[in-house]
C-alpha cells in the first residue's frame, strides 16, 4: 500500500470504513496512531473492495489487530463473538444482505491468515519447546499472541569466569566450545518441559510452566538445574580427558537462579521478529539470584516460593536474608540454596546444613559469637562450603567488633554490584 493513499473519509459515498464510523484515529496519520499503531484492517489489501470497503475497512471483523473495548483485539477466533455484537458489523451486515454470509473471499482469506499465523509461530516454538509438547504448546494461539498472566518459574544461567575462557580460546574454538555447552544445557531444559526463552552469550533464559503448563513449575525446574549440574561435571572431565578447549574449561562452573511466581508471558516483540518471554518482578529476581550465586559460591539459588514446591523432594537450606533492589525498602528476602535429591545426601551434609541454619537464626538475633561458633563447626562438618561461612563469619567478626545490631542494617544488598558492601 502506498503511503500517499487517501485515508479521508468516504461522506459523498455513504460507504464508511471502520476507522471513519468508530472514529478510532489509528488510520495512517491518525490521532491515536503514536499511542496505539496503525490498524491492520487499514493495511489489509487482500480485502480490498469487500463490502464495498478500503483494504478491510469494511471486513475488520476477519483482521486480527484491530481496536475494540479498550484493547487491541487477537484472530477471528477469538474476537469474532465480540464483533458479532459491533454496531457497524451490524450496518455492513444490513448493506450488504444479500452477500454478507456467503462471502467465500472472506472465508478463505481467514482460513489462509490463520493457518500462516499458526504456522509461522509454530516454527518459532519449534526451537524453543521439546517436540513432545509442542502441539499442546500451540494448542491456545490467541494466548500466546495476546500474553496472560501465569505462575511459572524463571530460569536463569551463566558461566562463571566466561571472560576469561574467552580470552584462552580463539573465535572457531570458543565459537564450537559454546554450541557443545548451550546444546547440551538446553536439552536438558526442554526434557522437563522448560521454554527456552533466549541466550545472552553463555547465558541460558527459561520459563517453567509455559506456554506449557505443568503440576510444579519449581519441581522441574530444580531437576533441570541438578541434571545440568552433573552434566557439566561430566563434560569437565570429558573434556580434560580428551586435552579441549583449555585448562579453565575443565574446571568451569554454572550459576543458577530459580524464582516462582506470577509472569506475564506471551509472544512478545514486533510482528517481523516475535519470541515468546516473560516479563515480571518474577523474572527479575531469578536474574538477581544467578548473580548472587557468586558472591556466597554456591551453584544454585531459589526465592521462597520456589522453596515450598521442593522441601518433600529436594534438600534446601536458608543461605541468608538479603534486601533486593526495585522491592520494597527494608524488606529482607530469604534466599535458599539448592544441594541435591533429599536421597543423594549424606548424613554429613545434613548435619552440616543443621549447624548452618542454627547460625544464620544466632545472626538474625545479633548473636554474633554464636553464630561464629555455629558456622564454624557447619564448615568443619563440609569443607566444600568455604567462601560462603567465610563471607558470613566476616559479618559476624565485623558487627561484634563494631557493636552493630539489627537497627545497624547487618544484610548485604542483592542483586547489584555492591552486594555484601
Known amino acids: 500500500m502506498s503511503d500517499s493513499q487517501d485515508f479521508s473519509p468516504q461522506v459523498t459515498k455513504n460507504l464508511y ?24 484492517a487499514t493495511t489489509e489489501q487482500r480485502l480490498d473492495g469487500i463490502n464495498g470497503g478500503r483494504n ?39 448493506e450488504n444482505l444479500e452477500t454478507f454470509e456467503a462471502t467465500e473471499t472472506l472465508m478463505k482469506y481467514v482460513a489462509a491468515s490463520e493457518a500462516e499465523e499458526k504456522t509461522r509461530y509454530y516454527q518459532i ?15 491456545d494461539l490467541d494466548k500466546l499472541v495476546k500474553g496472560e498472566e ?36 538446553t536439552s536438558i531444559l526442554k526434557k522437563e518441559y522448560g521454554t527456552l526463552d533466549k541466550y545472552i552469550g553463555d547465558a541460558i533464559v527459561g520459563i517453567f510452566g509455559a506456554p506449557v503448563a505443568l503440576d510444579s513449575t519449581a519441581l522441574h525446574s530444580a531437576r533441570a538445574s541438578l541434571a545440568m549440574q552433573e552434566k557439566i561435571r561430566e563434560l569437565k572431565a ?30 512478545m516483540g514486533t510482528s517481523d521478529l516475535a519470541s515468546y518471554s516473560m516479563v515480571g518482578s518474577t523474572v527479575n529476581l531469578a536474574k538477581r539470584l544467578e548473580r548472587v550465586c557468586r558472591y556466597y559460591g554456591v551453584s544454585i539459588l531459589v526465592c521462597e516460593e520456589t522453596r515450598k514446591e521442593l522441601d ?21 528476602v530469604t534466599i535458599y ?44 562438618t563440609w569443607t566444600h562450603q568455604a567462601l560462603l561461612i567465610d563471607r ?18 547487618p544484610y548485604p544488598v542483592g542483586g547489584a554490584v555492591h552486594i555484601g558492601s
Request: glycine residues 8%; positive net charge.
Open 17 to 40: 470504513n471502520c476507522w471513519e464510523f468508530k472514529k478510532c484515529g489509528r488510520e495512517p496519520g491518525g490521532a491515536k496512531v503514536t499511542e496505539l499503531g496503525i490498524c491492520s
Open 56 to 94: 478491510a475497512g469494511r471486513a475488520c471483523w476477519i483482521v486480527a489487530g484491530t481496536y475494540c473495548k479498550g484493547q487491541i483485539q487477537g484472530s477471528f477466533a477469538q474476537k469474532h463473538q465480540n464483533c458479532r455484537r459491533c454496531d457497524f458489523y451490524a450496518l455492513i451486515k444490513a
Open 125 to 139: 516454538l519449534r526451537n524453543m519447546v521439546d517436540p513432545s509438547v509442542l502441539q499442546e504448546a500451540i494448542s
Open 150 to 185: 501465569r505462575r511459572i518459574t524463571a530460569f536463569f544461567s551463566d558461566i562463571t569466569g566466561f571472560s576469561a575462557i574467552s580470552e584462552e580460546l580463539n573465535e572457531n574454538d570458543l565459537s564450537a566450545f559454546l554450541n557443545e555447552y548451550l546444546t547440551e544445557m
Open 238 to 267: 570429558q573434556w580434560q580427558n580428551d586435552n579441549r578447549w583449555c585448562a579453565k574449561t575443565w574446571d568451569l562452573h554454572i550459576r543458577i537462579g530459580l524464582c516462582t511466581g506470577l509472569a506475564k508471558v506471551g509472544f
Open 312 to 332: 518433600e523432594t529436594m534438600v534446601l537450606r536458608a543461605i541468608d536474608r538479603i534486601k533486593v533492589e526495585g522491592m520494597k525498602d527494608g524488606e529482607l
Open 337 to 380: 540454596q539448592l544441594i541435591d535429591k533429599k536421597d543423594h545426601i549424606s548424613d554429613m551434609i545434613l548435619q552440616a546444613i543443621d549447624y548452618y541454619e542454627k547460625a544464620l537464626k544466632a545472626y538474625d538475633r545479633g548473636l554474633w559469637l554464636e553464630a561464629e561458633r555455629l558456622f564454624l563447626l557447619s564448615r568443619s
Open 392 to 409: 558470613l563469619i566476616f559479618r559476624c567478626v565485623k558487627n561484634r567488633l563494631t557493636g552493630a545490631g539489627k537497627a545497624l542494617d
